[in-house]
């Protein structure tokens, strides 16, 4: 088998915590295959957005950070697209892998599919068909750039095909002969891996915290369409205090920077009352380690992540999600994932509906068997063979 280089790219928390995945299975079990070099954008900076999941995931430490940071759409990805084309005329992989759909993904896509680097994009054809979306634009334009697309579930693979690609394409394969496959997803990789460990490394966080198993709820909230609508965002806010204080639950809300700054500087009296809630603890990010924990031992999960959907039903937690639509469709079509948007009767009845349990709820495996991380791999490797 050749020997390759292969860079992977990141730049935001998700990214991070995908990329330990692929990082871990090259260690364990193909070090002697693939030189890894990691490149960092800088897109996400504060140690706990950041760095703390390079120490905690075991992750090598980025061998190259560009320092973007934060910015409008338009610098923050040129900036990264002129720092990555440097990096990739100086080291000359064999390959670039890239994570999800953010601005760090796109700004990877185009840099390596301009000067000809082969794109592996994992977690390829998810689709909300929201162009307002910016993940969205990003999603379809990193697939179009990419060389080999890593599908995580039937409906992504489904969205490729109806975009035009094809699976029956045989190599050698190019920007304009790709391949696609359907695949788990390497979240779950990680979740398997770490389910145990958390509870080890991070003996009494929970108790710590106060919080009692079952008994609370967990929230996260980011996403452009709720922070940047300053009544919408209120309106989310407001309806789940007032449900925490009816049930008498506690909502932990372990908060993105960007709804932080927006909640202190544009929603301060808001963000006053929420503090000095006793059924709401508004907490910084925590490490993903700490974030399994939560995610556990909830009652039920409120997000608009991504990947916070996704780990709800890793844990076999109902999850309301706080968007109008969704790019794992699997989980809504299962009955235990609602799409709320941010209308406060729609958050209202299925908080009510969830916080009780429900025995009936089923969680089947939409994800894979917790080792994809190590067949996008050994795909990646039969690329290189068969040239
Ligand atoms: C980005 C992704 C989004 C993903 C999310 C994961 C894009 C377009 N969006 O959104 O898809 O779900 O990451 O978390 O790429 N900030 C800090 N410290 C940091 C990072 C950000 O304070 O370390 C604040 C800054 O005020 C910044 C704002 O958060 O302007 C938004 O950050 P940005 O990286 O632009 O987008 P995210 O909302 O994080
Ligand atoms: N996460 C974390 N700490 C937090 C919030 C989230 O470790 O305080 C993890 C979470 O477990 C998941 C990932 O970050 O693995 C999701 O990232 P995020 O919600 O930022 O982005 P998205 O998935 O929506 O792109």
Redesign the pocket.
């Known amino acids: 088998m050749p020997h390759i280089k292969l860079i992977n790219i990141v730049?935001?928390?998700?990214q991070i915590i995908k990329a330990s995945a692929i990082s871990r299975a090259i260690r364990n079990y193909y070090s002697k295959d693939i030189t890894e070099i990691i490149v960092h954008t800088g897109?996400?900076?504060?140690k706990?957005?950041?760095e703390v999941f390079f120490d905690e995931l075991e992750i090598h430490k980025p061998h190259y950070n560009l320092g973007v940071?934060?910015?409008g759409?338009g610098r923050?990805t040129s900036m990264m697209i002129t720092g990555i084309e440097e990096v990739l005329i100086k080291e000359k992989p064999d390959c670039v892998v890239l994570y999800?759909?953010?601005?760090?993904?796109?700004a990877g896509a185009l840099a390596a599919s301009k000067l000809h680097f082969p794109v592996i994009h994992i977690e390829a054809g998810l689709r909300s068909f929201n162009k307002i979306m910016?993940?969205e634009l990003?999603r379809i334009m990193s697939d179009h750039s990419s060389t080999l697309l890593f599908a995580p579930t039937n409906a992504a693979f489904k969205n490729l095909m109806g975009e035009g690609f094809r699976p029956e394409n045989s190599p050698p394969y190019t920007i304009n002969n790709p391949k696609i496959y359907l695949t788990g997803d390497i979240m779950y990789d990680n979740t398997l891996f770490f389910a145990e460990l958390a509870e080890k490394k991070k003996a009494g966080f929970l108790e710590k915290m106060s919080l009692v198993r079952n008994n609370y709820v967990l929230v996260t909230i980011?996403?452009?369409s709720n922070?940047d609508d300053i009544e919408r965002l209120k309106e989310i806010f407001v309806t789940l205090k007032v449900l925490a204080e009816e049930k008498d639950i506690v909502l932990v809300m372990p908060l993105?920077?960007?709804t932080v700054?927006i909640l202190r500087n544009k929603l301060k009296n808001l963000y006053d009352d929420l503090t000095h809630c006793v059924h709401v603890k508004i907490i910084p990010p925590v490490s993903y380690l700490e974030m399994i924990l939560l995610e556990k031992n909830c009652r039920m999960i409120v997000t608009d992540?991504?990947?916070v959907q996704k780990e709800s039903h890793f844990f076999k937690r109902p999850c309301i999600v706080l968007r109008n639509e969704t790019e794992w469709i699997e989980l809504v079509n299962n009955g235990t994932a609602k799409l709320v948007g941010a209308d406060p009767a729609r958050i209202r009845h299925e908080f009510l509906y969830f916080v009780d349990a429900h025995s009936d709820l089923e969680y089947p495996g939409f994800y894979g068997d917790g080792k994809t991380a190590e067949f996008i791999l050994n795909e990646i490797l039969m690329m290189f063979e068969k040239e």
Do not use: C, K
């Open positions: 730049g935001a928390r998700p897109q996400h900076y504060d706990e957005m950041s940071g934060s910015a759409h923050q999800g759909d953010t601005n760090s993904t796109l910016p993940e990003n980011h996403r452009d922070t993105h920077p960007r700054i992540s991504g990947g």
